[in-house]
């Protein structure tokens, strides 16, 4: 059974970066061909923000993160990374560390073509 455990949210001022963390139980669970990040802000539907590939070499974006959210990880440490910069108001809601399909890390997937899903670490911007 795969694990996925986020860290790193919580209020942030507006402007202000944030890091989160996502650690990848067993093993295995971190040579997934595709990992990344949801999100959910209040009220609407789950979006797909950003992907990675296995090696790395290959990184999806959503249109509303580009140029502020960026995706990388340490498969030495299972572990998959979401910067994201320049936090608005918009960004405000529940991050999940996701195990995708291949094509993922092509395209935005449905939240139903997620095979694992982290637990999800809160997100909060302030003015």
């Known amino acids: 059974q795969v694990r996925l455990v986020e860290s790193g949210g919580g209020s942030v001022l507006a402007g202000n970066p944030l890091n989160l963390s996502c650690k990848a139980s067993p093993d295995d669970a971190a040579s997934a061909d595709c990992m990344g990040w949801f999100r959910q802000a209040p009220g609407k539907e789950r979006e797909g923000v950003a992907f990675?590939?296995?090696?790395?070499?290959?990184?999806y974006y959503a249109d509303s993160v580009k140029g502020r959210f960026i995706i990388s990880k340490n498969n030495d440490k299972r572990t998959v990374y979401l910067e994201i910069n320049g936090l608005t108001p918009e960004d405000i809601g529940m991050y999940y560390c996701?195990?995708?399909?291949?094509?993922?890390?092509?395209?935005?997937?449905?939240?139903?073509?997620?095979?694992?899903w982290g637990q999800g670490t809160q997100v909060t911007v302030s003015s």
């Open positions: 990675i590939s296995y090696g790395g070499g290959i990184r």
């Open positions: 996701t195990e995708g399909p291949p094509k993922a890390c092509y395209a935005q997937i449905r939240d139903s073509d997620v095979g694992y």
